[in-house]
């Protein structure tokens, strides 16, 4: 079963000619367009499947700085004004909420390591409450155990997965944008050095400006271009459970599962950090930079099976702008949920809370988490390559940390004052990151 999805109706012609063509209609993808749209630029968005379809709904819908590493936490501050301030200046509902984000742990490692999270926050200006063993017991009521500890971040909050994207791609579309959903992005053309156009399956659009925010499918799409860009795919599966349950946390985590209250009235439910390693060529490629983390987390990456070669999103084929290419072969990547983790969080949220014991599945699916190998975005000018933007790698994170992300995006083609500081987001802090020899594909 795919996640849940708003399904909308987008453009139907194609523009000859845009000031920029924005390629992948996830989370960073429609927001990157919608602020660009703003400043009274023509937008054409590009998406081969649906708005929203990959990742930007198939994740847990937090918002968060809790727990951020320092180079993505301004981001995130800044998401969370942005999601809030989308609604009121677009009058469309991406389900957004600062409805506080629980953490409960009785690990006194793990309590330590959110109480330096915390000192590190103050700084930053990020209000974040530690929990001790009454206040942590009394917020994880719900749960029925006594808890060590815990964190209580009040400004965090969640939106809704199956509705954000399409939300933002409507707003896109009422102020003069262009959405075409079914039209993959073949390939770009360059002139004197820069980026001139973009090839889809349905036409050519003349631009000086592409933005690639391809999500999964990013590296490969580089690697047509002549970019090498290291990206690695981890393989999520996660389950929705019906809506009827009342007195628990909107959006609580634990060591065991988390559990995300949705749109619906349902649940998500998930262990983060957990997930399949799917061999394809392009992992192999970037194996050497990618050990450190996948060592890291050994104990909640698993090998996995040849579900991504299947789904050919790691692709290391070239292929031609003038034929069919895999994204047009695989619309919207929909691998295969793994049911030993599907089960295993069942249990463990069942056991969690008890009161889910009255709910039943409504869904499971499973999703590629396009991560870089320090777990940070990609955002920024390709080196060498004048005119396309990159915007990938988001790690698990994208979601939350969507509307700023878009906003710098459009700071950059704009020349405005970024809203962060994009330095830490620079692909060259990779060692091997090369913009080679650049011909139309």
Sequence with gaps: MPAPLCHIETSPDLPHSADVVVIGGGIIGVFAAYYLTLRGLSVALVEKGRIGAEQSSRNWGWCRQQNRDARELPIATKSLDLWESFGAESGESTG?????????????????????????????GVTTHMLDATEATRRGAATGRAWKGGVFSPTDGTADPANAAPAVARAILRRGGSVRQMCAARGLETQGGRISAVVTE????????????????????????????????IRSSILSVSAGTKGLPDALHTAAVSVTKRGDGGYTLAISGRGR????????????????????????????DLEGVRSGHETLRRWRAGGPTPMERV??????????????THRRALELLPALKDTKITATWGGYIDSTP??????????????????????????????????????????????????PYRAERFAGFTVGKVSDF
Excluded: K
């Design 331 to 344: 619309r919207i990547l929909d691998p295969t949920p793994d049911q030993s983790t599907i089960e295993l």
């Design 202 to 233: 349905h036409g050519t659009i003349r631009t000086r400006v592409a933005i690639l925010a391809g999500g999964a499918w990013s590296s490969s799409f580089c690697h047509q271009a002549g970019i090498r860009l290291p990206l690695a795919s």
């Design 96 to 124: 957004f909420s600062r409805c506080g984000l629980l953490y409960l742990s009785n690990d006194e490692a793990e309590l330590d390591g959110w109480a330096r999270w915390r000192d590190f926050a103050r700084t930053a």
């Design 277 to 304: 390693v799917d061999p394809t060529a392009q992992q192999f490629r970037f194996a050497a930079q990618f050990l450190p983390m996948f060592a890291r987390r050994f104990r909640s990456l698993l090998p996995g």
């Design 374 to 423: 320090d777990g940070v975005p990609v955002i920024g000018e390709a080196s060498g390559l004048p005119g396309l933007i990159l915007a990938a790698g988001f790690s698990g994170h994208g979601f939350g940390i969507g509307p700023a992300s878009g906003h710098l995006v459009a700071d950059l083609v704009t020349g405005a004052a970024p809203i962060v500081d994009p330095r």
